[in-house]
């Protein structure tokens, strides 16, 4: 028996006109985009008219791109489930780990629309507007990148924020000694500095008081403990229950999303296929740069569900 993971894609994913093809073919999608509509109608945001027809700006935006980002993720998963096509394990990358957290039945849909909206308020609202960012460092190791991290403190603060794979670390900060991690880092002989398309320093400590809000904002959210097992960012280990949840998520906005160690322990436990449910394909990319032997699958529209599912049905 194949024995198959699904994960789940973060902010970046987002591309105007995801979803549509799903919500006129499957009613079980329509039905899904119609509740996170509902929930984001509250904060005067059109889903449909993000989504569809954008500007891409404005879905980029992180209060929005994370719920439109959920929505999606979830339809697919539950149309894999009318397939009858069900993971083993699973996992997201930051925003996706809410999405996978919904699939485990330990987060309702609306809730973590929601939920995600405030959360990406209150990454927006922990730093001002232009004083930080991020940038992925392709082709140096990690020891090197922790020290340079080090060496530039005295600029101010700068992070490993995701440990992607072992050829991408994403290092989060202040604009100024980041740019100074740029110049170093090319020194030292990293192939490419890239400069991310956010808004804040997530995942550092300078998302503390974000931190302290979602800390807040989740005592009155409802948990239940996951009925699919999921794998956290926080220590590339299981949340066995609605506390652990709860404290992931929370330690999630200031720690490291630690991606490679999750893939690792999939692949450490037999898991033989990885389907990346969502918009996007980046993170079927970082996990053949993890393991390059790894088989995958991409799910993010109506046409790849199909395709994914004659294939994976003929394995099974």
Not at 70 to 94: C, D, Q
């Amino acid at each position: 028996m194949e024995r198959i993971a699904f994960i789940f894609p973060g902010q970046g994913s987002q591309k105007v006109g995801m979803g549509k093809d799903l919500i006129e073919k499957y009613a079980e999608a329509k039905i899904l985009w119609e509740k996170a509509s509902k929930v984001l109608e509250e904060d005067g945001v059109n889903l449909s008219q993000l989504c569809f027809q954008g500007p891409e700006e404005e879905l980029e935006n992180t209060t929005n791109a994370q719920p439109a980002i959920l929505t999606v993720s979830v339809i697919l998963f539950k149309l894999m489930e009318k397939y009858n096509i069900r993971p083993l394990v699973m996992a997201g990358h930051s925003l996706g780990e809410y999405s996978a957290l919904v699939a485990s039945s330990s987060l309702k849909f609306e809730e973590a629309v929601r939920l995600v909206r405030k959360r990406g308020e209150y990454m927006l609202q922990a730093t001002p507007l232009g004083s930080g960012s991020m940038s992925a460092i392709l082709g140096l190791e990690e020891e090197k990148i922790i020290k340079l991290c080090q060496e530039v403190a005295a600029w101010g603060v700068v992070e490993v924020a995701n440990y992607n794979s072992p050829a991408q670390i994403v290092v989060s900060g202040e604009t100024k000694p980041l740019e100074k991690l740029t110049e170093l880092a090319k020194e030292k002989g990293a192939r490419k500095v890239i400069p991310l398309k956010v808004s804040a320093p997530f995942h550092s400590s300078l998302m503390e008081s974000a931190k302290e809000n979602l800390a807040h904002y989740l005592e009155r959210v409802h948990f239940a403990d996951p009925q699919i097992p999921v794998i956290c960012n926080l220590n590339a280990d299981y949340v066995k229950n609605r506390e652990e949840v709860k404290l992931a998520l929370i330690e999630q906005m200031t720690h490291p999303v630690r991606w490679v160690d999750t893939i690792k322990k999939m692949n450490a436990e037999g898991i033989d296929y990885f389907i990346e449910i969502g918009p996007g394909k980046v993170l079927g990319g970082l996990v053949k740069q993890i393991l390059p032997q790894a088989k995958i699958f991409h799910v993010f529209d109506a046409i790849s569900l199909e395709e994914a599912v004659e294939k994976i049905k003929g394995v099974l």
